[in-house]
C-alpha cells in the first residue's frame, strides 16, 4: 500500500464532472499556511462556526498539515481563494477483532457551502475520496458523521455505537472489585506528555478505536488557543498498577449545581484503560468524589463494565445511545483477512456493491486460530458453507463485530441463501470485546 496519500493525484472522475459546473478540485499544499488557512476557515463556517481567531487556526495549520486536504474552488465567487467544499483524509489504523489493524481511509470534514448545497458537490467528493483511497490499495473508509442519513448512500453503515452515560452518583454505590493500584493526580503539563503514550497502548483493547493524533489530546486538555470549550475546572488522574505502572488516565471536570451548592457534576471528558484494575480504579474514583451528585460520560461503550459495578443498577443510565463510526469496505479481501474470527467455518457472500469496489461473490474460509482467507468464489458453494447475499453496506456494519447478522435478517436487510447463515455470521463475526470509538474525527 502506498503511503504517499498526500500527494496521491487528484481523481480525474470528479475533477472532470466538477469543471461541467466550472468549479475546481483540488488538494491543497498544507505548507502554504495562507492556502490551508482559508481552507479551514472554509471547513469551519462549513459547520456553522467560525471565523476563527488567528492563532486558532495556526494551531490547525501546524497540527493539520499531514492529512490530504482537498477543495472545491469557483472562481466566480467574492472570495475565489476560499474554497467552496471541503474534505480531508489519511490513513488511520483502525482496530479490529484480534487485537490488531487495518489501514482505513478516514474521511473527515465534509463540507459544501451554503452557497453551493444540492448540487452533487458532496457526491463527487465521496466518489473522489472512496476511488483514491481504492487506488492507493486501502482496504477500507471510515468517517464519524454529523447525520446518519447522507453516507449510506455511497456504501458506508454505522459499525460502532456509542452511548451517553448519567450516573447518580449518590446511589451508584460502588460494588465493583477493590482496585489494587492507586489514583494520581497529574499537571496539564504531565497530562500532555504522558497521554497519548497511554491512549496508545490502549488503542489495540477495543475494536473501532483508531491512533490518534497530537492536536487532538490538546483539544481534549482544552489547550488549543481561543477554543470556546476550553474547560475550567480540568482535572487529570492517572492510575498506577501496584507495581507503579501507568495504567489508565481520566480527564474530568467538575460544574457546580446552580441551586444545590455543593452538588457538583462531575464530566468524565476522556477515560482510558489498560487493564480491568486500571478501569474499576478509575471508575471508583470518578464514582465515589465526594460533593458530587451526577456523573456524566459521552462517547462512551454502549457495554460499559461500570454498569455492573454499582449497587444500584438503575444509578447508571444511557441517557442517549446512536450510531458513531461508519465503515465501508472497499477490498473483501484485504478487509476481511485483517480481522481475525470467533468460530471457524466457511461462509460464502454475495455483496452488492452500486459503486463497484466491493461487489462479487466471496468465500471466507475461517480456520480454527480464527485466521481467515477470502477468495472469489468460483464454481459451486461448498456443501458446508453458510450463504447469504447481503449490500456492501451490511457487511460493513458487520465488519468490526458489534452488529447481528440475524438482527439485520431479520430486518429484511441481509439475505439467507441457505437456511441457519445469519448465525453461522454471528457465530463467526460477533466481537467479544463490543467495539468502542472513544473520539470523533
Ligand atoms: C464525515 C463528515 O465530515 S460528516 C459532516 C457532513 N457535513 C455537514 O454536516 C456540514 C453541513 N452540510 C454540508 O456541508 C452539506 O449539506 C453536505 C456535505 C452534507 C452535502 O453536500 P451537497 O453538496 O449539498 O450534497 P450533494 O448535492 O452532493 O448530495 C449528494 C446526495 O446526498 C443527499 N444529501 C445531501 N445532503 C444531505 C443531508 N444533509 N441529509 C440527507 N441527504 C443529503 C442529496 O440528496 C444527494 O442524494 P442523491 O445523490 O442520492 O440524490
Given at each position: 500500500?502506498s503511503?504517499?496519500?498526500v500527494?496521491?493525484?487528484?481523481d ?5 464532472s466538477?469543471?461541467t459546473?466550472?468549479?475546481?478540485l483540488?488538494v ?5 499556511a495562507?492556502l490551508f ?6 471547513e469551519?463556517?462549513g ?8 492563532e ?13 486536504t482537498?477543495g472545491?474552488w469557483?472562481?466566480t ?8 467544499a471541503t474534505v ?19 474521511i473527515s470534514?465534509?463540507t459544501?457551502s ?10 463527487n467528493?465521496?466518489?473522489s475520496?472512496l476511488?483514491?483511497?481504492?487506488s492507493?490499495g486501502v482496504?477500507?473508509?471510515?468517517l464519524t ?12 453503515a454505522?459499525?460502532v455505537m456509542?452511548?451517553d452515560w448519567?450516573?447518580?452518583a449518590r ?7 477493590t482496585p ?8 496539564i ?6 497521554g ?9 483493547a477495543?475494536?473501532g478505536?483508531?491512533e490518534?493524533?497530537p ?8 489547550l488549543?488557543p ?12 492517572r ?7 501507568a495504567?489508565g488516565?481520566?480527564v474530568?471536570k467538575l460544574?457546580?449545581?446552580?441551586v444545590d451548592?455543593f452538588g457538583y457534576?462531575?464530566d468524565?471528558v476522556f477515560?482510558?484503560?489498560?487493564t ?5 480504579g ?18 462512551r461503550s454502549?457495554d460499559?463494565?461500570f ?10 443510565r ?5 450510531d ?11 478487509a476481511?483477512?485483517?480481522?481475525s474470527?470467533?468460530?471457524?467455518g ?5 455483496i ?14 475461517i480456520?480454527?486460530?480464527?485466521s481467515?482467507?477470502?477468495?472469489p468464489?468460483?464454481?459451486?458453494i461448498?456443501?458446508d458453507a453458510?450463504n ?6 451490511d457487511l460493513?456494519?458487520l ?5 447481528s447478522?440475524?438482527t ?11 437456511e441457519?447463515?445469519a ?9 467479544a470485546v ?6 470523533w474525527f
Amino acid at each position: 500500500m502506498s503511503t504517499d496519500y498526500v500527494n496521491a493525484p487528484v481523481d480525474r472522475e470528479s475533477a472532470e464532472s466538477l469543471a461541467t459546473q466550472g468549479l475546481v478540485l483540488d488538494v491543497v499544499d498544507t505548507a502554504d499556511a495562507e492556502l490551508f488557512g482559508s481552507w479551514l476557515q472554509a471547513e469551519s463556517r462549513g459547520f456553522h462556526d467560525g471565523p476563527e481567531p488567528v492563532e486558532k487556526i495556526a494551531a490547525w495549520v501546524d497540527g493539520l498539515a499531514y492529512r490530504r486536504t482537498t477543495g472545491v474552488w469557483d472562481e466566480t465567487t467574492t472570495d475565489a481563494a476560499a474554497p467552496v467544499a471541503t474534505v480531508s483524509s489519511w490513513v488511520a489504523p483502525l482496530t479490529v477483532p484480534g487485537h490488531t489493524t487495518v489501514d482505513a481511509w478516514a474521511i473527515s470534514a465534509v463540507t459544501v457551502s451554503p452557497t453551493h448545497r444540492r448540487r452533487g458537490i458532496a457526491r463527487n467528493l465521496l466518489e473522489s475520496e472512496l476511488r483514491t483511497a481504492n487506488s492507493l490499495g486501502v482496504p477500507l473508509a471510515m468517517l464519524t458523521v454529523s447525520e446518519a442519513t447522507i453516507y449510506g448512500r455511497f456504501g458506508f453503515a454505522p459499525a460502532v455505537m456509542a452511548a451517553d452515560w448519567t450516573i447518580n452518583a449518590r446511589r451508584a454505590t460502588w460494588s465493583g472489585p477493590t482496585p489494587h493500584g492507586r489514583v494520581q493526580f497529574l499537571t496539564i503539563a504531565e497530562a500532555v506528555e504522558q497521554g497519548p503514550a497511554l491512549i496508545e497502548r490502549v488503542r489495540l483493547a477495543s475494536p473501532g478505536q483508531i491512533e490518534t493524533w497530537p492536536l487532538l489530546w490538546k483539544r481534549i486538555l482544552g489547550l488549543l488557543p481561543g477554543d470556546k470549550d476550553a474547560p475550567k475546572n480540568l482535572r487529570v488522574v492517572r492510575y498506577d498498577d501496584v507495581a507503579g505502572v501507568a495504567q489508565g488516565i481520566a480527564v474530568y471536570k467538575l460544574t457546580e449545581h446552580p441551586v444545590d451548592i455543593f452538588g457538583y457534576t462531575l464530566d468524565v471528558v476522556f477515560q482510558a484503560s489498560a487493564t480491568d484494575d486500571a478501569y474499576a480504579g478509575l471508575w471508583r474514583f470518578l464514582l465515589e468524589m465526594d460533593l458530587v451528585g451526577e456523573v456524566t460520560a459521552s462517547l462512551r461503550s454502549v457495554d460499559e463494565g461500570f454498569a455492573w459495578q454499582v449497587a444500584d443498577f438503575r444509578a447508571a443510565r444511557k441517557t442517549r445511545q446512536r450510531d458513531h463510526l461508519w465503515t465501508r469496505i472497499l477490498d473483501v479481501k484485504a478487509a476481511l483477512e485483517a480481522r481475525s474470527y470467533s468460530a471457524h467455518g466457511r461462509i460464502a457472500l454475495q455483496i452488492s456493491d452500486p459503486l463497484g469496489f466491493a461487489a462479487g461473490d466471496f468465500l471466507l474460509e475461517i480456520a480454527d486460530d480464527g485466521s481467515a482467507t477470502v477468495e472469489p468464489l468460483v464454481g459451486e458453494i461448498p456443501d458446508d458453507a453458510a450463504n447469504v447475499a447481503l449490500s456492501v453496506n451490511d457487511l460493513s456494519a458487520l465488519y468490526l463485530g458489534g452488529v447481528s447478522a440475524v438482527t439485520l435478517t431479520r430486518a429484511g436487510r441481509i439475505t439467507e441463501l441457505r437456511e441457519g447463515s445469519a448465525s453461522a455470521l454471528d457465530s463467526s463475526f460477533r466481537s467479544a470485546v463490543t467495539p468502542w470509538l472513544s473520539i470523533w474525527f
